[in-house]
């Protein structure tokens, strides 16, 4: 708890092993994948980008040609950019020097007053980044995470919770990898990037056999963005400068996946989905639905007859409530401001706010008070553990 307040961290990261492919990827798919190694030969800790498939790399490392040098920041270099909230700190080297394990990660929780946290990737923000992928190599990948982070969230069950990195090159692929992680390994949902995969758009049909899925299982849908994916359009917009990028993709992105979900009717046909769109903070959203309200009398009977909206209302909370945001540590990334996050919210909007917002994940994830007291006694042994 924080503060005497529940806490959803809707969003916290870990960083994912140097040898998981070695570990978990199917064999006939190995020589396919190649990622940095050390002087013994062994897979080492490297900037995500370094994972090659198919000859490509994953991410846009390249791209980095003007970062400043800075003096070597130790245990913090596996996040090399300077100037970042937590470069140098060492707010992260509790979690370095246990080469981020599931206790680390119970620790950064319990530094923040987390009661359960819902765990997305790193360096797998950016595996399916690109369009024309091998459908059964996008499965493989998502298997041999979702087989790894499954045995990571064994830890601490009750307080780490995750979701399912799918295989958007092959829909259907997608529901039954979703279907196995939910049912056999207790995924809460899946992942998915907001950038467009094979030019499918998210209100096309093409999607709709997901949407239902995620209904029947009542499974989160969470969207969120990565900078650096190959396949997204900032690339060719913004061009190497990661700063412009970085400012422009975690809005730009969400806010075309939102208004594809709202004007083409998703959340009209799939009642029940529910859809979190994360790191990408809340004060775009006020705005861009008045701009669809403003929009959507001259558009209702040609474009969308489908639609029903609300009328407009001033304020942010007003207009899309307090109980429909929610917070994330982000944490161990460089952007992060753990261990604060829930800290700083405390300190500037009212506390009965904070307490809603603090709690948002619950009502994304379906958490009950149920999973709460699971959580606090799991927080007790994993105290007594250490």
Known sequence: MK??????????HIMEPPDLFDRYLDPQFKDRISVPVG?????????????????????????QQYRKRVRNSGPQSTQPLSGSRLFDTGRLDFAVERDYDPVAQVMGMEMEGVDIAVLYPTAGLALLGRDNMDPQLSLAICQ???????????????????????????????CRE???????????????????VNGHYWHSNYWDPLYTVHEELDATWGFHEGVS?????????????????????????MQQ???????????????????????????????LLSRIEWDYPQYRDSHAPYL???PE??????LIGADRMCISTDYPHFDSNFPHVSTNLLKNVPREIAARILAGGAQLYGFTDAHFKKADAAAAKASSRR
């Open 39 to 63: 002087a013994d030969g062994r897979p080492t800790r490297g900037a995500a980008g370094l994972t090659v498939i198919d000859g490509i790399p994953t991410s846009d490392v390249d791209l």
């Open 229 to 253: 994916a190959l396949y997204s359009r900032m690339i060719p917009l913004y061009g190497e400068n990661r700063f412009y990028r970085h400012v422009a993709s975690h809005w730009i992105e």
């Open 178 to 196: 979703l279907v196995r992680c939910v049912h056999e390994l207790g995924a809460v949902g899946s992942f998915i990037r907001p950038n467009l």
């Open 257 to 287: 996946a939102l208004i594809a979900m709202i004007i083409g009717g998703v959340f009209e046909f799939h009642p029940k989905l529910r859809v979190g769109f994360l790191e990408a903070q809340n004060s775009w959203v006020p705005g």
């Open 3 to 12: 503060d005497g307040f529940r806490f959803v961290d809707s969003d916290m």
């Open 313 to 318: 209302i001033e304020a942010t909370a007003g």
């Open 144 to 174: 041999a995470y979702n087989n790894w982070i499954h045995e990571f969230c064994a830890y601490s069950p009750d307080q780490l919770k995750w979701v399912a990195m799918l295989p958007v090159h092959d829909v259907h692929l997608a």
């Open 308 to 310: 029903a909206l609300e």
